[in-house]
């Protein structure tokens, strides 16, 4: 168990609609981390907050939205979902900034149908 | 920018085999360097890190080392287990000695036998 917990673990859902994956990091962790895990694209950074601010952004679609609130959990939501958008995506914390080490959360299946 | 290349699965074993997963890198910089695995079902794992050249990272019997001169970070393992079946990432990350924005492998998935 790495201390960071994503909820939820499963979530289907039709194209067109918005979800939002919640991300609490391990405690004592300011940095969080998204990541998407698909078949066709493999596993892409996505973003990352560090104490409420965005710290760096990678290959997030401009449909896909995240933020960090005051008590350091994060969430990731994503709208207008289309099929490819089916993937594991996961969250990471790390204690700083500059994490020299990043713990992952075991994931968030999103399927889109 | 910044890409890693490893060798395609599945690799299958038998127990007691030694283990090498190929994984190359292009990077501008000195990144760092890492190895994540994925067992069934969870989520991704730190199985070891080198942060500079030269640098061997090691972990419950797995060791890689930092090769700048040929831009790699092969796994290995001695003698592989059944319960080391899982998929490995091979990772570097943007800023030497972070783990911030990780570039990832596709993965190798390695499957050991009795």
């Known amino acids: 168990d790495s201390g960071v917990t994503q909820t939820p673990k499963h979530l289907i859902t039709a194209t067109g609609q918005r979800v939002t994956l919640r991300c609490s990091p391990r405690s004592g962790d300011l940095s969080v981390y998204w990541y998407q895990q698909s078949l066709d694209q493999g596993l892409q950074f996505l973003i990352h907050?560090?104490?409420?601010?965005?710290?760096a952004k990678g290959n997030i679609l401009e449909r896909f939205s995240a933020q960090q609130f005051p008590d350091l959990h994060s969430e990731l939501n994503l709208s207008s979902l289309e099929l490819g958008d089916s993937a594991l995506y996961f969250c990471?914390?790390?204690?700083?900034?500059?994490?020299?080490?990043?713990?992952f959360g075991e994931g968030s299946w999103l399927t889109v149908v | 920018g910044n890409s890693v290349t490893q060798m395609e699965g599945p690799v299958t074993l038998s127990e007691e085999a030694f283990l090498t997963i190929n994984c190359t890198y292009t990077?501008?910089?000195?990144?760092?360097l890492f190895w994540y695995v994925q067992y069934p079902g969870e989520g991704l794992q730190l199985l070891l890190k080198a942060t500079k050249a030269d640098d061997k990272g090691s972990n419950k019997g797995f060791e890689a080392t930092y090769r700048k001169e040929t831009t790699s970070f092969h796994l290995e393992k001695g003698s592989v287990q059944v319960s080391d079946s899982a998929v490995y990432f091979c990772?570097?990350?943007?800023?030497?000695?972070?783990?911030?924005?990780?570039?990832f492998g596709t993965g190798t998935r390695l499957q050991v036998t009795l």
């Open positions: 990772a570097l990350s943007d800023r030497a000695g972070t783990a911030s924005k990780l570039t």
């Open positions: 907050y560090y104490n409420g601010e965005e710290r």
């Open positions: 990077a501008t910089g000195y990144p760092s």
């Open positions: 990471a914390s790390s204690v700083g900034h500059e994490g020299n080490t990043i713990y």
